[in-house]
């Protein structure tokens, strides 16, 4: 699938403190404690896009769902109801976007990612900007989840999509974080009140 010409530029405002602007193309992730961590790092992501002219799709799980999601948007100042009107914004659960009675989707919701970045510049966004949280994963499907993220970290290169997604901290062992981290070209840290890159360059090699 060809990605519609966009003359704009390659970079856009993160919208997380401590953190400016990233390149379209990232897949970035992070890992969260608490509901309030989820929101802390998802609600200034999502308003940065949406001033960015960004089309938002945020998928949720437990413990923000999608009407806590939209809560916590409109708490920080943003008119959720005009931009899902409008079309920019749109805060789904979880359910059936990644699996279906068959299982998990892979490749198929990676294509579903890039159709949407095609119809979101086709209608004049500057690009798509995305988040799924990850708590709904079973040890079952943790395997196939992480071949849909290598595919996807794969197909972003040179998209103009942003990507963010979140991984409850006390569902991972070392294992699994160290599987996480490699699977994504940036992961995002709050060891104060900002945000920073943790360890990008290493983890791209490893990647």
Known sequence: MSTPAHSGPNLTQCGLPGLSTIPYGIHMC????????????????????????ERCIWITADPLDAAAAGSALRDAGVDVDAATRKGSLVIREHSGWYSDSAGMKGAEVVDLW????????????????????????????????MEYEAL??????????????SYYRKQCAATEVVEVVQRHNVTLERPDAGWRVFSSERKQKRG
């Not at 900007?129 to 943790?142: C, K, M, Q, V």
């Open 30 to 53: 992070h890992f969260y404690e608490k509901r309030t961590d989820l929101a802390d790092a998802l609600v200034p992501y999502f308003a940065a896009g949406l001033r960015n002219n």
């Open 114 to 145: 890039l159709e949407e970045e095609r119809r979101a510049l086709e209608r004049g966004y500057s690009g798509l900007r995305i988040t799924g949280n990850t708590s709904f994963l079973t040890p079952e499907a943790w395997d196939p989840f």
């Open 152 to 165: 996807l970290n794969q197909a972003l290169a040179a998209r103009r999509i942003v990507t963010l997604c």
